[in-house]
């Protein structure tokens, strides 16, 4: 469970490696007639010596006679505990389903700490000096935010390629965008938009060489700029139609489900 909760002593023990007890007689009958509210939750983390952590939420565990209580520390960190229905015992560690072999606890945990999606507004992407993958006259508009020596941004050319080949309503529009631990991305991003060629771009991934620029464009610095305007601060960053941000490489079938459920709408 990573670095849930390693400085906060006891409570440490009741999200890691903990045994597991049963609860019987009135631990399995008092939901009858309770329920744990967040209030009871946290004065149990108060005497438990946690006083700083935060219960999120409750709900009824997998096991019978178990609450479970989801928390998160001042540092953001998250964490699980199970309290029994009686409210007099506490415990940690996860719990598995035998029958699929699944650890329900960290179900729990990858639920609570998935990110929220992140939406843009993608009418302050402009188009012009992009480089474009499929058919201009396509409905379907992605702009992909690359670094030419990104290894992840060339993997995910190739899948975007394979979606251009099968559907001409989508197409992507390639943003170039040079990291700054990249030393040579920032002249062959110049050197791409300077020849406006996707075939550069295409070779470099390639690992092939290609010319150094020969003219002066304030493209690279201005996709800089949006990216940080957009909080975009790492490659491949992909926008949909919607504006919802994607970051990582995706394979094709995957990117194009995507794409159609996040399409404008109108």
Same mark, same amino acid.
Request: hydrophobic share 40%.
């Given at each position: 469970?990573?670095?849930?909760?390693?400085?906060?002593?006891?409570?440490?023990?009741?999200?890691?490696?903990?045994? !597991?007890?049963?609860?019987?007689?009135?631990?399995?009958? @008092?939901? $009858?007639? +309770?329920?744990?509210? %967040? &209030?009871?939750?946290?004065?149990?983390?108060?005497?438990?010596?946690?006083?700083?952590?935060?219960?999120?939420?409750?709900?009824?565990?997998?096991?019978?006679?178990?609450?479970?209580?989801?928390?998160?520390?001042?540092?953001?960190?998250?964490?699980?505990?199970?309290?029994?229905?009686?409210?007099?015992?506490?415990?940690?560690?996860?719990?598995?389903?035998?029958?699929?072999?699944?650890?329900?606890?960290?179900?729990?945990?990858?639920?609570?700490?998935?990110?929220?999606?992140?939406?843009?507004?993608?009418?302050?992407?402009?188009?012009?000096?992009?480089?474009?993958?499929?058919?201009?006259?396509?409905?379907?508009?992605? !702009?992909?935010?690359?670094?030419?020596?990104?290894?992840? @941004?060339? $993997?995910? +050319?190739?899948?975007? %390629? &394979?979606?251009?080949?099968?559907?001409?309503?989508?197409?992507?529009?390639?943003?170039?965008?040079?990291?700054?631990?990249?030393?040579?991305?920032?002249?062959?991003?110049?050197?791409?938009?300077?020849?406006?060629?996707?075939?550069?771009?295409?070779?470099?991934?390639?690992?092939?060489?290609?010319?150094?620029?020969?003219?002066?464009?304030?493209?690279?610095?201005?996709?800089?700029?949006?990216?940080?305007?957009?909080?975009?601060?790492?490659?491949?960053?992909?926008?949909?139609?919607?504006?919802?941000?994607?970051?990582?490489?995706?394979?094709?079938?995957?990117?194009?489900?995507?794409?159609?459920?996040?399409?404008?709408?109108?």
């Amino acid at each position: 469970m990573g670095k849930i909760f390693m400085a906060m002593g006891l409570l440490s023990f009741l999200l890691i490696g903990a045994n !597991v007890y049963a609860f019987g007689g009135c631990e399995e009958d @008092c939901q $009858k007639c +309770h329920t744990l509210e %967040k &209030k009871e939750a946290q004065d149990i983390l108060s005497k438990m010596k946690a006083p700083d952590a935060k219960v999120k939420d409750i709900r009824m565990s997998p096991i019978r006679g178990l609450w479970e209580v989801t928390m998160e520390d001042p540092n953001g960190g998250s964490g699980v505990m199970y309290v029994g229905f009686s409210k007099k015992y506490v415990m940690g560690g996860a719990i598995f389903e035998i029958d699929t072999a699944s650890n329900k606890t960290d179900e729990t945990l990858k639920e609570i700490n998935k990110p929220a999606d992140r939406y843009v507004d993608p009418s302050g992407i402009t188009f012009d000096q992009t480089l474009l993958l499929g058919d201009r006259d396509a409905k379907i508009r992605v !702009v992909v935010f690359t670094d030419p020596d990104c290894p992840y @941004c060339a $993997k995910l +050319h190739q899948e975007m %390629k &394979k979606i251009v080949s099968e559907r001409k309503d989508i197409a992507f529009y390639v943003m170039l965008l040079p990291l700054k631990f990249h030393p040579d991305a920032y002249w062959k991003a110049k050197s791409i938009i300077c020849n406006k060629s996707m075939e550069f771009l295409e070779e470099n991934f390639e690992k092939k060489p290609i010319p150094k620029p020969d003219c002066e464009t304030e493209v690279i610095d201005r996709n800089i700029r949006i990216s940080g305007d957009l909080g975009i601060t790492g490659t491949p960053t992909i926008v949909m139609p919607d504006g919802l941000i994607v970051t990582g490489a995706k394979d094709a079938a995957s990117l194009t489900e995507l794409i159609l459920q996040h399409r404008r709408k109108g």
